[in-house]
């Protein structure tokens, strides 16, 4: 059986390479199209770049796992400049306000600065500056990720990316043209906010595309510190411009990176594994077989069969083959099921994606974590100068051990929601750990600083760990939801639900400190208070997911305890006799 599974191997192999090379033959002539296979696909669908590198061969070896680093790290620093770019307003507040930040009143400490920040109202501006971004940002979102399960998503985070550059650079032109009207800072933010709205929904959907839901919590939270990496970047980078004179340079150099990495995602980026001849991932254990890599031979019957069973068949056939030039094949029956796989994946529409089971709850608990999260990103970096009276670039620099946290908070609940298979109970003890840690943040981290540098990760860590895990491994599982019959095309629609309705409370959050603080004690203890009571709400919505989670394990539990009894029960009068039985 093995000689004839060989023979037969390459008996196939051979009928594609001949097959292939007559195609290629016939489509010499036709510069828009390349083929994959045995499939005719336009160029517009492959970057240039990954064209080239198709044909130098360097994803020759191991295509599949080649490009599932290549999408994961393009992804990964493709966010990362999403954060990058706005977080300059944040860190070039202490210049525009100086004295914001202070415990002197705000009549005597601002008149440096630029205005209209640099005067008593100058907290109120910059919140108001924050929420017309942040309420921007959450209202396209819902629209963003209906248009990106409608469209390229190279293009779209191309031009997503490319608008954000845009919008920064022009925040910093303010200081070389000596803009000072508040309309044109918020116009300016508004502009930034709907170009922002389409980093999120586009690189999970991408995510999706490309990974299953094996190890998904792992990986994404692992893959979600780019988060944080942004945060630390757009914090250190912007800083060593921001000083009265230059800080417009906060925002053009974040601006170029933004720039030059939408030119290399336009390059580069794969958006389905299909555009490239490859099988797609298995979200579910029931799912349907891959296309071609795990496919059944000629005569024999089709079986269902599990991922761990399809991954192993894929490595034992040797993966995908490959004509001379490293150009993935597929058999003539991969393609007419890749067809059928293609024609399956249309697009559901906004309430469709609404009511999938779990989206509304895990929606409406990212709002509150989200207005804590966001709260921390806009204004960690004036309350830190605030509590130790630093300098704004100490200060600056302190902020990011939140950052820090959120690495480890990410990493940590994507890990433990995997081993555990309970997304929402990871999330939930979490969340309610963050309560005392913000007391204790605000009560007792200004007597030492290394207290406070512990606290501040320990904080970054249980309210960034549940929004890392909500936005990328619940929104996937969400977005490939058994409900959907197959449909895979829910990711970015799902993920826009999620995280928009999130960023209103991202919105809310820093308004209503810039509303209620003015640099007093009891100001920014009341805005500790509004942060332990979202986080405790955010966990209360997801008490019936929580009830849902545990209860299997609880019968498991009363199961295994039931059958010990019965078994016992059985054992019990086997031991008696031998007891009774003579030496």
Same mark, same amino acid.
């Given at each position: 059986?093995?000689?004839?599974?060989?023979?037969?191997?390459?008996?196939?192999?051979?009928?594609?390479?001949?097959?292939?090379?007559?195609?290629?033959?016939?489509?010499?002539?036709?510069?828009?199209?390349?083929?994959?296979?045995?499939?005719?696909?336009?160029?517009?669908?492959?970057?240039?770049?990954?064209?080239?590198?198709?044909?130098?061969?360097?994803?020759?070896?191991?295509?599949?796992?080649?490009?599932?680093?290549?999408?994961?790290?393009?992804?990964?620093?493709?966010?990362?400049?999403?954060?990058?770019?706005?977080?300059?307003?944040?860190?070039?507040?202490?210049?525009?306000?100086?004295?914001?930040?202070?415990?002197?009143?705000?009549?005597?400490?601002?008149?440096?600065?630029?205005?209209?920040?640099?005067?008593?109202?100058?907290?109120?501006?910059?919140?108001?500056?924050?929420?017309?971004?942040?309420?921007?940002?959450?209202?396209?979102?819902?629209?963003?990720?209906?248009?990106?399960?409608?469209?390229?998503?190279?293009?779209?985070?191309?031009?997503?990316?490319?608008?954000?550059?845009?919008?920064?650079?022009?925040?910093?032109?303010?200081?070389?043209?000596?803009?000072?009207?508040?309309?044109?800072?918020?116009?300016?933010?508004?502009?930034?906010?709907?170009?922002?709205?389409?980093?999120?929904?586009?690189?999970?959907?991408?995510?999706?595309?490309?990974?299953?839901?094996?190890?998904?919590?792992?990986?994404?939270?692992?893959?979600?510190?780019?988060?944080?990496?942004?945060?630390?970047?757009?914090?250190?980078?912007?800083?060593?411009?921001?000083?009265?004179?230059?800080?417009?340079?906060?925002?053009?150099?974040?601006?170029?990176?933004?720039?030059?990495?939408?030119?290399?995602?336009?390059?580069?980026?794969?958006?389905?594994?299909?555009?490239?001849?490859?099988?797609?991932?298995?979200?579910?254990?029931?799912?349907?077989?891959?296309?071609?890599?795990?496919?059944?031979?000629?005569?024999?019957?089709?079986?269902?069969?599990?991922?761990?069973?399809?991954?192993?068949?894929?490595?034992?056939?040797?993966?995908?083959?490959?004509?001379?030039?490293?150009?993935?094949?597929?058999?003539?029956?991969?393609?007419?099921?890749?067809?059928?796989?293609?024609?399956?994946?249309?697009?559901?529409?906004?309430?469709?994606?609404?009511?999938?089971?779990?989206?509304?709850?895990?929606?409406?608990?990212?709002?509150?974590?989200?207005?804590?999260?966001? !709260?921390?990103?806009?204004? +960690?970096? #004036?309350? =830190?100068?605030?509590?130790?009276? &630093?300098?704004?670039?100490?200060? /600056?620099? $302190?902020?990011?051990?939140?950052?820090?946290?959120?690495?480890?908070?990410?990493?940590?609940?994507?890990?433990?929601?995997?081993?555990?298979?309970?997304?929402?109970? !990871?999330?939930?003890?979490? +969340?309610? #750990?963050? =309560?005392?840690?913000?007391?204790? &943040?605000?009560?007792?981290?200004? /007597?030492? $600083?290394?207290?406070?540098?512990?606290?501040?990760?320990?904080?970054?860590?249980?309210?960034?760990?549940?929004?890392?895990?909500?936005?990328?491994?619940?929104?996937?599982?969400?977005?490939?939801?058994?409900? #959907?019959?197959?449909?895979?095309?829910?990711?970015?629609?799902?993920?826009?639900?999620?995280?928009?309705?999130?960023?209103?409370?991202?919105?809310?959050?820093?308004?209503?400190?810039?509303?209620?603080?003015?640099?007093?004690?009891?100001?920014?203890?009341?805005?500790?208070?509004?942060?332990?009571?979202?986080?405790?709400?955010?966990?209360?919505?997801?008490?019936?997911?929580?009830?849902?989670?545990?209860?299997?394990?609880?019968?498991?539990?009363?199961?295994?305890?039931?059958?010990?009894?019965?078994?016992?029960?059985?054992?019990?009068?086997?031991?008696?006799?031998?007891?009774?039985?003579?030496?």
């Amino acid at each position: 059986n093995s000689i004839i599974d060989i023979m037969a191997t390459e008996a196939d192999d051979l009928l594609a390479n001949a097959d292939v090379s007559d195609t290629e033959g016939k489509a010499a002539g036709n510069g828009s199209v390349i083929v994959l296979g045995e499939r005719k696909v336009d160029t517009r669908e492959i970057p240039v770049g990954v064209w080239i590198l198709e044909r130098i061969g360097l994803c020759r070896f191991r295509p599949r796992q080649s490009y599932k680093v290549l999408v994961y790290f393009l992804t990964f620093f493709c966010y990362t400049c999403y954060h990058l770019s706005r977080k300059p307003f944040s860190v070039v507040k202490v210049v525009l306000c100086p004295g914001c930040g202070s415990n002197t009143s705000n009549d005597s400490a601002t008149k440096d600065g630029w205005a209209p920040f640099n005067n008593k109202n100058g907290h109120t501006l910059l919140g108001a500056v924050d929420y017309s971004f942040l309420f921007a940002y959450a209202i396209t979102m819902f629209i963003s990720g209906v248009i990106a399960d409608r469209m390229s998503l190279r293009y779209f985070l191309t031009i997503g990316m490319l608008g954000s550059a845009i919008s920064v650079a022009l925040v910093g032109v303010a200081r070389f043209a000596r803009i000072h009207h508040i309309g044109y800072f918020i116009g300016m933010q508004i502009f930034g906010g709907v170009m922002q709205s389409t980093g999120w929904p586009g690189v999970v959907a991408v995510m999706g595309n490309w990974f299953g839901k094996q190890r998904r919590g792992f990986l994404l939270g692992l893959w979600n510190t780019h988060t944080s990496l942004g945060n630390i970047l757009g914090t250190v980078i912007p800083s060593f411009w921001a000083t009265a004179k230059e800080w417009g340079w906060s925002f053009v150099v974040p601006a170029f990176i933004m720039a030059g990495m939408a030119v290399i995602i336009f390059l580069f980026l794969v958006n389905d594994p299909q555009h490239v001849g490859l099988p797609p991932p298995v979200h579910h254990l029931d799912q349907p077989e891959f296309p071609s890599p795990v496919r059944e031979r000629e005569g024999e019957e089709k079986k269902e069969i599990n991922f761990a069973e399809a991954e192993q068949r894929h490595r034992e056939e040797g993966g995908d083959t490959e004509d001379g030039d490293g150009v993935v094949l597929i058999s003539d029956r991969s393609h007419e099921q890749s067809d059928t796989v293609q024609k399956k994946k249309k697009a559901v529409n906004f309430f469709r994606a609404l009511m999938i089971p779990g989206v509304v709850e895990f929606a409406l608990a990212l709002f509150f974590n989200k207005l804590v999260s966001y !709260t921390f990103l806009f204004w +960690l970096p #004036l309350y =830190v100068q605030y509590s130790l009276r &630093l300098s704004g670039k100490k200060a /600056d620099w $302190l902020s990011t051990l939140f950052d820090v946290g959120g690495i480890i908070g990410g990493i940590v609940a994507g890990l433990v929601s995997d081993l555990l298979r309970a997304r929402a109970v !990871t999330c939930v003890v979490m +969340l309610i #750990l963050a =309560v005392p840690s913000l007391f204790c &943040l605000r009560y007792f981290g200004d /007597d030492h $600083l290394s207290l406070y540098i512990i606290l501040l990760v320990v904080c970054g860590s249980f309210i960034n760990g549940p929004y890392a895990i909500i936005t990328t491994a619940v929104s996937s599982d969400l977005g490939t939801h058994k409900s #959907l019959k197959g449909d895979q095309n829910a990711k970015a629609t799902v993920t826009a639900i999620i995280d928009g309705t999130g960023s209103l409370g991202a919105a809310c959050g820093p308004l209503l400190v810039g509303l209620i603080t003015n640099g007093s004690q009891s100001s920014w203890n009341n805005a500790f208070y509004l942060l332990m009571g979202s986080s405790l709400i955010s966990a209360l919505f997801l008490s019936r997911l929580v009830v849902s989670e545990v209860k299997p394990w609880i019968l498991r539990l009363l199961h295994s305890g039931l059958t010990n009894r019965i078994r016992h029960r059985h054992e019990e009068p086997i031991e008696l006799q031998a007891l009774s039985s003579p030496l």
